[in-house]
């Protein structure tokens, strides 16, 4: 079992920048690949970024891409992602996602945490 606790979302103007973190408790960190979801209401869950087990290879959505960076620090157990020149389309709860393997950017990950919302204002 894994334990994900999410933090740092809140409301921001556009153009702004967040850090999100995600802290993991339970099995060890370092076997997982970790993700970064959003849901905007009324809408699905989306893929934001990836990252593998390792920290070195990193996954991004075209949506969000050169604005926003993961990283992780297993010693810490934590993953966080750095969002920066904010837009209104941003707006939404952000979830960190564990999964055995590969990381992905579909929704077939074991662990999910509560989630943070991030809400940009224009």
């Known amino acids: 079992q894994v334990q994900l606790i999410e933090s740092g979302g809140g409301l921001v103007q556009a153009g702004g920048s967040l850090r999100l973190t995600c802290a993991a408790s339970?099995?060890?960190?370092?076997?997982?690949?970790m993700g970064w979801f959003r849901q905007a209401p009324g809408q699905e869950r989306e893929f934001v970024a990836a990252?593998?087990?390792?920290?070195?290879?990193?996954y991004y959505a075209d949506s969000v891409k050169g604005r926003i960076t993961i990283s992780r620090d297993n010693a810490k157990n934590t993953v966080a992602l750095q969002m920066n020149s904010l837009k209104p389309e941003d707006t939404a709860v952000y979830y960190c996602?564990?999964?055995?393997?590969?990381?992905?950017?579909?929704?077939?990950?074991?662990?999910w945490g509560q989630g943070t919302q991030v809400t940009v204002s224009s």
């Open positions: 996602a564990a999964r055995r393997g590969n990381p992905r950017s579909d929704t077939t990950y074991d662990y």
């Open positions: 990252i593998s087990w390792s920290g070195i290879s990193t």
């Open positions: 339970g099995r060890t960190f370092s076997n997982y690949a």
